[in-house]
């Protein structure tokens, strides 16, 4: 697990350099990316007592990435060494926190998020544990939309001249597909998502 976080953090690191390379100290409310993606995992799990609903699992999983993205950041904005983020990150992920249900689990992310803006791993590993979501899925999640959000940077995310549907199809649904046929524990992991996004992009 360890060095799966490492990998996160360094792909963190890289992706917000990417958008602006003095990101550390920029004063970016990291906080409150979080609460928001929270309020959106909600709405995809479903609340309204008044009208029949149904989780959207896999959409509550990338809000859980999306969080992930921001948590990262606030940790990498403390200036410790990678080794000893890890560490810690990896011990809040074992110490996983509970409310009595998934949404009130998620109401104190947001909660706590917005008392201190830190990072909460303890809450974000309670609701992977209600979603069955283990840390590899999280991981292997986390490094394709990663991947994705750099190659469309790289071709022209910024600049408004990305195209985000290929062939009558999001970018994210390509993802998936991707996903789907590679090797998460593989060390070329990255390069090989990259890669195939690049051939799906150019056909």
Not at 59 to 65: D, S
Not at 96 to 118: N, S, V, Y
């Amino acid at each position: 697990m360890k060095q799966k976080i490492i990998t996160m953090l360094e792909l963190q690191d890289s992706m917000n350099s990417k958008v602006n390379p003095d990101w550390r100290n920029a004063g970016n409310e990291w906080y409150r990316a979080i609460w928001m993606e929270a309020s959106e995992m909600l709405e995809h799990y479903g609340w309204k007592w008044w009208k029949k609903q149904e989780p959207d699992t896999m959409q509550v999983k990338l809000e859980i990435v999306d969080i992930v993205h921001f948590a990262l950041s606030i940790r990498l904005e403390q200036n410790q060494s990678l080794d000893d983020t890890a560490e810690l990150i990896a011990k809040d992920f074992e110490n996983i926190m509970q409310a009595e249900d998934i949404r009130k689990t998620i109401e104190c992310l947001a909660l706590l998020t917005l008392t201190d803006q830190g990072a909460h791993f303890t809450f974000i590993a309670g609701i992977m544990k209600y979603m069955d979501m283990s840390f590899d899925e999280l991981y292997e999640i986390y490094v394709g939309k990663n991947v994705l959000n750099m190659f469309r940077q790289d071709n022209g995310y910024k600049e408004g001249t990305y195209n985000k549907v290929w062939n009558g199809r999001e970018d994210n649904e390509h993802l998936a597909d991707i996903m789907k046929q590679l090797n998460g524990d593989s060390q070329t992991f990255k390069d090989d998502v990259y890669a195939a996004l690049s051939q799906n992009y150019a056909a």
